[in-house]
């Protein structure tokens, strides 16, 4: 900011015998004002980030009988983050695909009266609370889930992950995770939508005038312009998801972790905090900040790899 | 490979609009016919029916009957997919696939056909279609990379390239010098000379120089006022419409005093 000496904020005449404008202080004003609030997001970054080290550091080098399960701060930890992930990954899995359908029916294939319809009802969705989707899921969703569950553990039961064993009010993982695709759905939808309207009309019909079919032509413009923009998509949803607390924390009846996902037990990150924080105090404290911090590194990394992914594409893109 | 087409009577409406009115005449195989005109008098989207592409905007549609190799396009039954293989469109701006390499670009249209290609074959198609649209020289060296890489003038040459690979009867362009300079323009006139041996071509045109430069025949379409549909006024050789033509307003309009 040294600059602003030399710029041409004196007012009246200058030495050159141009007159001043009087610009200069509003561009002033206004790049401190940018400077300051770019600032505020580093410094609580900043804050959040060393209040997270600073007290996660006791459950980390504690002695390992002195933590929960008594083996340490990192097996303690492990198993909170495999289920975390397990119940982001299959909530992408499912919502990913559907999002995109939705998406593509409300840019391509609806007459406009209707998917203007779709278009408002997704968004809807988006405006439930999460803890909204929490009762749900746990007071209709789960047991709604419970016959398909039984039926699964029947037929498929010799795959571990479906059984042995039902919960028998469907507050498994597979239920959480579902929910958490529910929720994550309309920011995949809403985004991607957004991203499929802006493909050029000029190269949609180069395709359609090569004798594509309309699926054709989705595949050969729609797809390959979006690629970038589906991934940002799907990383949000994926960074909702694993943060995703109430709606985990209301579904799920929490335990160790088991392969089977239809059966209580497994926990997630943000679940295991909230349920366990009002009550805990010193070590036990320290262990849940601790998961906090290993949940925002993951966070972070995904972010990271999503960034990766769309930036390798970038000559391809389109945007040339 | 090239063939006739003959326009019998072809209305065309974009919803309750009527755009073009009663349009025939015979365009004939290994010749270039030209569409001149003022804005918005309907030359393009005629042109467009030729292959069926107005149908992308919503609610548009035509009557009349387009015969191409004695086929009606506009017949119950006939998929515009299938006349869309067999009539390549060149557009106003050049549009090749950006996600896609040069060579990819090339064999789009293939690729769409579903036809196994060996490697040596498709490495085959794609000389052709590049040395058909005289881009092989420039680009033989970088087939690998993105078609958005090339100048305006090369990317239409792709585009050229693109639509001549399948192997159409017939090649509509849609002022495809529009967006290019004046050497690109050259370029592409030069091509569309050698282009006619194979393929009927049909090309709508603003600039009436160019007109006389590639066309054998020309027809000119007006439009009475604004709201009223366009129409084919005059349909002749290039020359006669250039030099002596029948209608009062074709002479006005080639001799610059309006449009």
């Known amino acids: 900011m040294s600059q602003v000496q030399t710029g041409p904020a004196q007012a009246g005449p200058s030495q050159s015998g141009i007159p001043s404008r009087g610009g200069g202080t509003g561009d002033t004003v206004f790049k401190v004002l940018t400077v300051v609030a770019a600032s505020i997001i580093l410094a609580v970054l900043f804050f959040v980030a060393l209040f997270l080290v600073l007290n996660s550091l006791p459950a980390m080098t504690a002695p390992a009988e002195t933590v929960s399960g008594g083996r340490g701060f990192w097996v303690y930890v492990l198993p909170l983050v495999i289920g975390t992930l397990i119940s982001a990954f299959i909530a992408l899995l499912f919502a990913t695909p559907v999002a995109i359908l939705v998406a593509l029916f409300i840019s391509h294939f609806a007459p406009q009266r209707i998917s203007k319809g779709v278009g408002y009802t997704i968004d809807l969705l988006a405006a439930i609370p999460s803890v909204v989707y929490g009762a749900w ?18 037929y498929l039961g010799f795959i571990p992950i479906f059984g042995p064993g039902v919960s028998g009010l469907g507050r498994s ?31 949609e019909e180069a395709a359609l005038a090569l004798g594509a079919t309309k699926w054709e032509m989705i595949l050969m413009t729609v797809f390959p312009f979006a690629r ?15 943060g995703e607390t109430m709606a985990i924390a ?25 349920l366990n924080y009002p009550e805990a105090f010193g070590l036990r404290q320290s262990e849940l900040i601790g998961a906090g911090l290993v949940l925002f590194v993951l966070t972070f990394l995904v972010n990271m790899f999503a960034r990766w992914i769309v930036g390798r594409y970038s000559q391809f893109s389109g945007a040339n | 490979m090239s063939t006739r087409i003959d326009a019998r009577n072809v209305d065309v409406y974009y919803g309750d609009f009527h755009a073009v009115e009663g349009v025939s005449l015979v ?49 119950t039954g006939v998929d515009p997919v299938d006349v869309r293989t067999m009539v390549g469109m060149v557009f106003q701006r050049p549009n090749p696939f950006p996600t896609m390499s040069i060579k990819d670009n090339v064999l789009a249209g293939y690729k769409l056909n579903g036809k196994k290609l060996s490697a040596s074959q498709a490495d085959d198609i794609v000389e052709k279609a590049l040395r058909g649209a005289n881009l092989w020289t420039e680009v033989k060296d970088r087939l690998g990379l993105p078609g958005s890489g090339l100048s305006g003038g090369q990317q239409q040459r792709l585009c050229i390239a693109r639509a001549i690979a399948v192997e159409p009867d017939v090649l509509l362009m849609d002022e495809p010098c529009s967006a290019l300079d004046p050497i690109s323009t050259l370029a592409i006139e030069d091509l569309i000379h050698e282009l006619k041996e194979t393929f009927t071509i049909v090309i709508v045109t603003h600039n009436m120089q160019q007109a006389t430069r590639v066309s054998d025949k020309t027809g000119f379409f007006n439009i009475q006022g604004v709201g009223l549909p366009g129409h084919l006024v005059e349909f002749d050789t290039t020359e006669k419409i250039f030099s002596n033509p029948r209608d009062e307003a074709t002479e006005r309009y080639v001799s610059g005093q309006f449009g």
């Open chain 1, 137 to 154: 899921g746990m007071s209709f969703f789960g047991p709604a889930l419970v016959p398909l569950y039984q039926w699964l553990a029947k």
């Open chain 1, 173 to 203: 993982l597979l239920t959480a995770s579902l929910v958490l695709a529910v929720m994550i759905l309309p920011i995949i939808t809403s985004l991607c939508r957004e991203i499929f309207v802006q493909t050029p009309t000029l190269h």
């Open chain 1, 228 to 242: 970038a923009g589906i991934v940002s998509s799907v990383m949000l949803g994926l960074g909702r998801a694993l």
């Open chain 1, 250 to 274: 209301l579904v799920l009846s929490p335990g160790p972790l088991t392969a089977n996902l239809l059966d209580t037990g497994n926990n997630t990150i943000p679940a295991e905090i909230a």
């Open chain 2, 27 to 75: 365009m004939e195989p290994r010749t270039v016919t030209a569409f001149i005109g003022p804005s918005g008098c309907g030359k393009t989207t005629f042109l467009r029916t030729i292959n069926r592409m107005h149908e992308v905007i919503p609610g548009a549609y035509a009557t009349g009957e387009i015969l191409i190799n004695d086929q009606n396009i506009y017949a």
